[in-house]
């Protein structure tokens, strides 16, 4: 039995997709400077919409960053209160020509709506809205529960406006629990909630060798060269299994329950299919003896993103570069602390800088790792609201992502977070051909609704 809200929902299908598309058109590139005007129009976007549907003290919250979002509604007297969260910065869309369709053009194929943001995080954001405006228009105008928004647009750059003012500010944010969607269904049509993330710290390491660039036949051999020694380095963080060398790395992590290493084993979960329609690539690597999903969900790592520098031109440049720069994160399971995990990192790259160089250790950005507890009403709510939708049981996975936020709102707000997310693995996301499974954003509305009006009965 749908409620009004819901069919209110069914109703507006077409128009509130053609507003989603309308927001994922704003080209908001939280990382890039020359989009700083499209990040703030996305927020204006979002304003004018927050207003239209009737919330309260809607505004923009100025950082030192990109803006954050704000609105309540709190009329509903002895209801519990939910601080929404979502995203409203995307990722870059390059590779470019690797779009089928253009990524701020969002286009509908098989079902889906393809979009840089489609999934990640405007169209699943979306859902919260859309849900609120489904209730205020079939509760005259109130809710069911008290409701404040939280809308960042630094989320993709693991910008700090969002954690300055819930720290500065943590009464202007009280509630019961918090709501994100920002996750994925472990398979479609299966409702999830994800109750765990991994953490990151997110680096940058530069070496530097000669005063200036030097031509590589009158020096090379004689003058140390930077990248040489940057792979060296690199090539010793992680051995061949995929274990990371840095001493005492591993000390604070916490394993997950036997109980929960149980119930992922019962998860459909296809390795061969992983590889081959996920990955794509020969073989899956890392650590052998945990399963995939553990080392994905529950194990920390270390990647290399990038090293920019020296010679990347077409042809050849005989050329010893002054200096050599790599990106480089590490994934951090639950309990091990950002600020530790990168003192010990600095430390041991300091202990490999080889002779003739030296190595500069920055930290970009970090955030907690977060495993939420499920003995909660808010969690059994959000069951129960997923089964009424998606006529299936919930199943309780971690992922591999990270959030920031989410450990602020337990460690600051001290309130859990509900993850519910409508994402698909194949949703592409940071990735070329990004989308939104369209049933998932109208299913994942109705399920909101349902979830809202539980939590007020
Ligand atoms: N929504 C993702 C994280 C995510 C995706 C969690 C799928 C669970 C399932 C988020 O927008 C993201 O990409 N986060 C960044 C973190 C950041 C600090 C740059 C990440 O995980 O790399
Ligand atoms: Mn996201
Ligand atoms: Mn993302």
Redesign the pocket.
Known sequence: MLSAAQEYSRKNQPRFLAELKDLLRIPSISTLPEHAGDVRRAAEFLVRELQRIGMEHVRLIETAGHPLVYADWLHADGKPTCLCYG?YDV?PPDPLDEWLSPPFEPTERNGNLYARGAV??KGQMYIHIKALECLMQTYCGKLPINVRLLIEGE????GEGIAEYLRAHPETLTADFALVS???MFAPGLPTL?VG??G?I?TELEVRGAKTDLHSGLYGGAAPNPFQALCWILAQLKNANGHVQIPGFYDDLQAPSAAELAAWKTLPFDEQKFLTEEIGAAALVGEANYSVLERLWARPTLEIHGMPGGFTGAGAKTVIPAKALAKV?M?LAPEMQPQSTFARYKQFVESLCPAGVTVEVRLI?S?DAIVIGTDNPYVAAATEALRAVFDRETVFIR??????IVGDFERHLKIPTV?M?F?LPDDN??APNEKFHIANFYNGIETMIEFFERMGK
């Open positions: 995203h990722q990640d995080d989320e993709e750059v693991g920002d996750t994925e994800c993330l991994r990151m997110y994160s994934r950005h955030g992922s591999g992502g990270s959030i920031p993850m997310g994402g996301l940071h």
